[in-house]
């Protein structure tokens, strides 16, 4: 495997359910994050990942968890939904070096919640 | 407030003639500007980057400009080709912060 791959790719799942989504990078990059992706808006930050510690969440609803167990993986945990929270979530990594960094992106879960 | 816009949603250019995408933004701390590319069920995929020390980075058919005064950038693709077709998005950093802040993107289509 290269670069970041995220799981599972597509996932539908009811507002009362609890699911994870998994993302791993093999770039050996330091800082991880986590985008939303809705129709016709910008892609949004959710929690950045620097040396394993979380280092910004920008307001996102406690209804999304992240969890970074070590800097090749990064995790966010889903629980009791919103219908509006259907979009595609990307993983990104990073070498973060304090200034101007290219982030790479995986292909992205998208995620339906009935 | 959105700091990056790219006003365009779409753009249509005939094979082989410039394809010219702009974007704009607001927010003066910003000193690194990047593209990405995207194409349907892929994450974005990293294009070209500029400096703000420069107002100008060419790599092979991309060429990003850089208008620090008027707080505007521009990706051109010469000549363009059918693979070009796809979503860009402009996105902006400040040194000391990781977070890019993104366009809503310019769809671009090349017309064989």
């Known amino acids: 495997e290269t670069g970041v791959t995220q799981t599972p790719r597509h996932l539908v799942m009811g507002m009362t359910n609890k699911k994870s989504l998994k993302c791993e990078q093999h770039?050996?990059?330091?800082?991880m994050y986590w985008y939303k992706q809705s129709a016709k808006k910008p892609l949004e930050l959710m929690f950045v990942?620097?040396?394993?510690?979380?280092?910004e969440n920008n307001s996102v609803p406690s209804r999304f968890s992240p969890e970074c167990p070590n800097s090749s993986h990064l995790f966010l945990h889903l629980h009791t939904l919103q219908p509006e929270d259907s979009a595609l979530y990307l993983c990104?990594?990073?070498?973060?070096?304090?200034?101007?960094?290219?982030?790479?992106f995986g292909p992205g879960t998208r995620l339906t919640v009935l | 407030d959105q700091q990056v816009k790219q006003n365009s949603p779409s753009l249509s250019v005939q094979e082989g003639r410039i394809s010219i995408l702009n974007c704009d933004y607001t927010?003066?701390?910003?000193?690194?500007f990047l593209w990405y590319k995207k194409y349907p069920a892929e994450g974005p995929t990293f294009l070209i980057s500029?400096?703000?020390?420069?107002d100008k980075n060419e790599d092979g058919r991309f060429t990003v400009f850089l208008n620090k005064s008027a707080k505007h950038l521009s990706l051109h693709i010469v000549p363009s080709q059918p693979g070009d077709s796809a979503v860009y998005f402009c996105?902006?950093?400040?040194?000391?912060?990781?977070?890019?802040?993104f366009g809503t993107g310019t769809r671009l289509t090349i017309i064989p």
């Open positions: 990104a990594s990073s070498q973060w070096d304090r200034g101007s960094d290219t982030q790479y």
């Open positions: 770039l050996g990059h330091n800082a």
């Open positions: 990942y620097n040396f394993k510690e979380q280092t």
């Open positions: 927010n003066s701390m910003f000193d690194y």
């Open positions: 500029i400096s703000s020390i420069k």
């Open positions: 996105a902006a950093i400040w040194s000391g912060n990781e977070k890019l802040t």
